[in-house]
C-alpha cells in the first residue's frame, strides 16, 4: 500500500471535488454525525474550499484513489453559523483557522493518518496565515442518543494528544438531515482550541456563557 499525501489550494481542488464529497457522504453517514448526504449542499459547501485563497485540503491516496481528505480555511472565509460564536463574543475571526473535517475511509485507519491529518493543517496555517489559534467544532450527541452505538467513545483523548482544549460554551449550529429523516434537523456543535502561537486564549471563550 503507497499511501501519499498532497495539500492543495483553490483551483487544484476542483478535479476532486466529486472523490472529496463521496467521502464526505460516505464517512458521514456514520454515527455520531448521522448526515444523509445531499449532493447539492456538498457542491456549495467544497465550492468555500476552491473560492478561499486561505484555504487547504490535505488529500490522502492509495494509489490514484482518494482515500482521506482533512480540510481548513481561514474562520474569515467560513460560513456565518460558524463564525458566529467568535463574533458574538466581539473577536476578529483572523485570529482563528478553522480545521475543518477529518474523514478517512475505515479500512485505512489506526495507521497514523489522522495525525498526519492535524500534523499537516497546523505546518499550513503556521506558514499560510497569522492566526494564533486553530480552531474546530464537533457534533454534541447526548449519552442516552438511541442511535449510539454500544461502546462508542469520542475522540477528545485524540484531540487532547494534538493539543487541543474544550471550549465550554463555545458552540455553533449547523442543520442537516440525517438518514431516514424527511427534514433537516439542527445540530449544536462544540468547540476545541490550540494556540499557534504565543498568545493566550482570549478569555471570552473561556468564560461561561451569561443565562438570560
Ligand atoms: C478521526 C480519524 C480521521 C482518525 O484517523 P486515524 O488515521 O484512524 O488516526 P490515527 O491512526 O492517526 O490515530 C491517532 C490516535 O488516535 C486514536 N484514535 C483514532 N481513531 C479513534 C477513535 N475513533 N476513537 C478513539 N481514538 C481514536 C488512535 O488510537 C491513536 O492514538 P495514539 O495517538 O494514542 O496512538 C478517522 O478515524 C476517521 O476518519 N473517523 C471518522 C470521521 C471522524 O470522526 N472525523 C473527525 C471529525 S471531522
Redesign the pocket.
Known sequence: MSITLETLSGEALRPIMADLARLRIT??R?W??LYEGDAEYEKKYLEFYVKSPGAAVVIARDGAQVI?A?SCLPLRDEAPDVRAPFEARGLSPDQFFYF???????S???????????EERERYALTDSRAEFAV?C?VRRPAEHPLRPEGA???H??WA??GFSPLPGVACTMMWKEPGQVDETLHWLDFFIKPLRAAPVPQVLLQPEKQS
Open positions: 464517512v458521514f456514520e455520531p454525525y482521506g482533512s475543518g473535517e477529518s474523514v478517512l475511509l475505515p485505512y485507519r489506526g495507521q497514523g493518518l489522522g495525525v498526519r491529518f492535524f474546530f464537533s467513545g469520542t475522540l483523548a485524540f494528544k494534538r
